[in-house]
């Protein structure tokens, strides 16, 4: 198949390339969320479309179904292709259809709340571990922890007042470390598994942190 060109992609399609390069990945109905008022039809009509000319991949597997560019997919939405293995791990997959309800979920108390890219982080010193995710909207920057694979509660005060080891290629070393308590004013635990949920909310009020935590209760997606 000939290489498409930026400038045969249509405004509409060109959209969804750009809204999948931000998410990395997707189910069908998350991106109908992030076209507004384009219906699930539409939004499932222009996947396929653009599967079929090899912009798109859909993991099968599972249900429902997850999507994510190809590197011609990101070449057209004008972003760079995420760096690593090309080997497809279900786990990261899950994990970032799962941060993205969260960010749904948040958008409905800060419309305009977008978690940061990685790369966007290292900057200020921080290197995010794994469930780790920050984000900001006007007047609120949120870090959130995300427990979709059972950790225990003790991680929701290390990660909060960890001194990180920064990423070197792209930290100003005349900067500060910082911590994601200082970046924050919000701290975010979401966790998808009811009992988890309990554990952790039963932790922050140990704690005293209730002041600084806020729970957020996911529905698991498979």
Known sequence: MPELKYSSVSDARRVVLKTLARQQYATADQLVYWQGDRGKSWVYEQLASLEQSRLVIRHKPMQPHVFELTRRGYRLAGAKAPMGSRVKSWSVMSHRCHRNSAEIRL???YPTFQFLPRSALYRYGVNPGHGEHFGVADDVRIFMLLDDYFFDS???GHAWNRTHVPHRAHFDRNSRVHKWS??????V???TDPQQYNEHKQY???HALEDTTAMLKLE???
């Open 220 to 222: 698991a997606i498979w």
């Open 154 to 156: 003790s991680r929701i």
């Open 107 to 109: 958008r409905e108390h």
């Open 189 to 191: 635990i979401a966790a």
């Open 182 to 187: 200082e970046m924050a004013t919000l701290y």
């Open 204 to 206: 922050i009020a140990k």
